[in-house]
């Protein structure tokens, strides 16, 4: 059974009046009270600024990275930047040994860089039974705390901490770390040993203690690690342990029991407790990490791109517009309405998924309104071929969407397909402008099936059912075209 077209209509009404409160902006909301968290654009490095960083695996000597161990190191920055809330990062590999981030929106780019530098080697030591300090930077078996370029005070013997947290198996928790990067010799102290390495960990999460009620940090071990570190804690009872990142100590706790897979370090304040599971989580690196190059994409560019992009879609839509209202005229003006309808849900839509849009990204929409038009026009060309063989123009209409259909269907799906096949390719050589293109364009090419095909459709049937336009010159076609008998038959 047909739906009735005024009832489709109401459905295409509802869609596009929902797509339009999404994409208003707040400074047309707000004037009328209507406040709230609202959905915003995500907008890509070229477009709001930001910061690019490029990190440089530097392994151990006698050591090399492998693609694996590349690809790992990725995932954990990429799930660190992930928790911090940092907005719409992009992580991904360059060479053999290099790592890309991109991070739109910084408005601190040297607290984004020390945020990176945390993520390099985790490690926990033996400290000899001393409590070092957090911020203490150490030697360990792994090497030097040049290796990793990061400086602080030298490790001080017999030093005690602020506070001592304790290890026991099942207890969780955390402390802060110190960040700054000031260039110091390296500490002349001891060297320390290394039990495991963020590598041999499996899992970290805030918890809380069944007995306490207090909030920890538990960890689990990978099972290769679990004997070597059982062996430890069983020996070391009474004994601190810490936790180094970049051969910084971020926590030292004192080991309860003897600890195999699962252990907790509990007596740190709660606030700490996510930022030391996240570090133990994320700083699970398998290669030490260093800044070669950084780099601020400043706002300006960014709104200069926004402004000639805009002003290149307006001019484009425009020209459009006039071609199809002069060729096609009443067609093409309701194939226009279609267009604005289509221009608003695929905007939505970018918000709501969300899509981080690029000036690539934008490119690919823009190709697509180009394709949504190219489905009109072969809708209306059939349109016009019914109408010159003398058929009447509610016929006309009908004959021109369903031999059109099949055209329009096997070409967007071909371009569809080729969007999935950009996308893994992009997403596989770590190529983001080339995913932002695809993503954009399958969006685009899916919705416009849905208004050149429905919208138009449902604009036209419902012109016709109110009485308007029979004439066939309201739809591009001379009188002087279409034979006599044609002329005569009338609707």
């Known amino acids: 059974m047909r739906i009735k077209p005024g009832h ?128 203490t930077v150490v030697n360990t078996t792994l ?78 071990l990978k099972p290769e690690a679990a004997q070597k ?12 342990m810490s936790i180094v990142v970049d051969k910084r100590v971020i926590s030292t706790a004192t080991i309860n029991d003897a600890i195999r897979d699962t252990g907790v370090i509990q007596g740190m304040p709660a606030k700490e407790v996510n930022a030391l599971a996240l570090q133990l989580k ?36 425009g020209l459009v517009a006039l071609f199809m209202i002069l060729f096609y005229r009443v067609p093409g003006v309701l194939s226009v309405i279609a267009l604005l309808i289509y221009t608003a849900l695929v905007f939505a839509l970018f918000k709501l998924i969300p899509v981080v849009l690029t000036l690539a990204g934008i490119a690919g929409f823009i190709l697509s309104i180009g394709m949504a038009v190219d489905a009109n026009v072969l809708i209306f060309s059939r349109m016009k071929e019914e109408l010159r063989l003398g058929h009447p123009v509610r016929r006309a209409i009908e004959a021109g969407f ?33 995913q932002g293109f695809a993503l954009t364009l399958f969006i685009g090419v899916a919705i416009s099936m849905f208004t050149a095909i429905t919208v138009t459709r449902t604009l036209l049937r419902i012109m016709l059912t109110r009485g308007f336009f029979h004439n066939e010159w309201w739809f591009g076609v001379e009188a002087a075209a279409i034979p006599p008998a044609g002329r005569a038959t009338g609707r």
């Open 229 to 240: 570190f059982f062996d430890f804690t069983s020996s070391h009872i009474g004994e601190p």
């Open 282 to 317: 994320s700083g699970a690196l398998a290669v030490p990490l260093e800044v070669v190059q950084s780099r601020t994409v400043g706002p300006t560019l960014g709104q200069d791109s926004i402004e000639k992009s805009i002003v290149a879609g307006v001019v484009g839509l």
């Open 8 to 135: 489709t209509l109401i459905l295409i009404l509802l869609l596009t009046l929902a797509a339009v409160w999404v994409d208003l902006p707040d400074q047309v909301l707000d004037p009328f009270g209507w406040k709230g968290d609202r959905i915003a654009v995500h907008e890509g490095l070229d477009l709001q600024g930001g910061l690019q960083v490029i990190l440089e695996a530097r392994p151990p000597a006698g050591q090399t990275v492998s693609r694996d161990a590349l690809l790992g190191t990725r995932d954990t920055i990429e799930r660190r930047i992930n928790a911090l809330g940092v907005s719409e990062p992009l992580i991904q590999t360059r060479g053999d040994d290099q790592i890309v981030v991109e991070l739109p929106g910084i408005k601190d780019p040297e607290a984004a860089v020390n945020i990176l530098k945390e993520t390099a080697l985790l490690e926990i030591i033996n400290p000899n039974g001393q409590y070092l300090p957090v911020g």
């Open 143 to 220: 090497g030097p705390a040049e290796s990793v370029g990061t400086g602080s005070p030298a490790a001080t013997p017999g030093a005690t901490p602020n506070a001592s947290p304790e290890a026991t198996p099942g207890t969780r928790g955390s402390t802060g770390s110190d960040t700054s990067d000031q260039a110091t010799p390296e500490p002349a102290g001891p060297v320390y040993e290394t039990i495991v390495t963020g590598a041999d960990l499996k899992d970290a999460y805030p918890t809380t203690d069944p007995n306490t009620g207090v909030l920890v940090v538990g960890f689990e």
């Open 402 to 434: 369903d031999h059109a259909w099949p055209s329009i269907r096997d070409s967007n799906i071909s371009t569809m397909i080729t969007c999935v096949i950009l996308y893994w390719f992009g997403r596989y050589t770590g190529a983001s402008i080339i």
